[in-house]
């Protein structure tokens, strides 16, 4: 009998994953939705606590469900990708994926550079620069706060661009083609304002691309881009 159920458990712990991902593929459990729980998949399915608790790690280490001790198994937000390769407008990626981009401009500025940001281009404390802030969406998801900083040498029509129809990056790499870039990202806690541009709980951490840019020997925009943790992640090929 012992042997028998050892042959039995991954046939049964596999359709209870293929039970969940149908139920998800349907649409019947949406992402955030509360699952039942282990002792209910037992009962279900007529199988071990052991076997359910199998089939539902799995799934957590595929990014399917998210287990929250003392709450329950949750199904995932969808993670949306972005890589780090290739530097991409965040339009095209959306697109790439079936969906639809808009974004929104909050803040659209010319500025002088103080002595942080007259570092960051290698310029001179007072040197002519533009600002931009705007949250990008994918569908109705807001997934990235891009707050830029461009050099108004190599992008002088700058603020003249209706960054509803394009993005930044793209006028950018028309007007001030790309030969450099430094990057890192890290994770952190978003100021109370990007939060609530991201619809986040006040809990929930980013992912944050800090971009440099540069374009002939002049650094050409200097960019911070917020993601929101449970919504994103960043992918690479080589």
Not at 196 to 204: C, D, G, I, P, R
């Amino acid at each position: 009998m012992h042997i028998e159920a050892e042959q039995r458990a991954p046939a049964a712990f596999q359709r209870i994953k293929e039970h969940v991902l149908e139920k998800i593929r349907s649409g019947e459990w949406k992402q955030g939705d509360l699952i039942p729980t282990e002792e209910a998949f037992t009962k279900t399915f007529g199988v071990s606590r052991m076997t359910v608790n199998r089939a539902l790690r799995e799934l957590a280490a595929d990014q399917i469900v998210v287990r929250i001790q003392g709450s329950g198994t949750f199904v995932a937000q969808e993670k949306f990708q972005a890589t780090l390769v290739e530097i991409k407008s965040i339009a095209d990626e959306v697109k790439a994926r079936g969906h639809t981009h808009r974004s929104e401009l909050q803040l659209l500025e010319r500025a002088r550079a103080n002595d942080q940001l007259a570092s960051e281009f290698d310029a001179s404390e007072g040197a002519a620069l533009f600002h931009s802030l705007i949250v990008h969406f994918e569908d109705k998801t807001p997934i990235q706060v891009e707050d830029r900083w461009v050099n108004a040498k190599v992008a002088p029509d700058y603020m003249s661009q209706d960054f509803s129809r394009l993005t930044p990056n793209e006028y950018l790499m028309r007007a001030a083609p790309l030969q450099g870039v430094l990057y890192r990202i890290e994770a952190e806690m978003p100021p109370a304002p990007i939060g609530k541009m991201l619809e986040m709980s006040t809990m929930e951490p980013c992912l944050v691309l800090r971009r440099k840019t540069y374009s002939g020997d002049l650094v050409a925009s200097v960019a911070v881009m917020w993601h929101p943790g449970s919504k994103y992640q960043f992918s690479g090929k080589l």
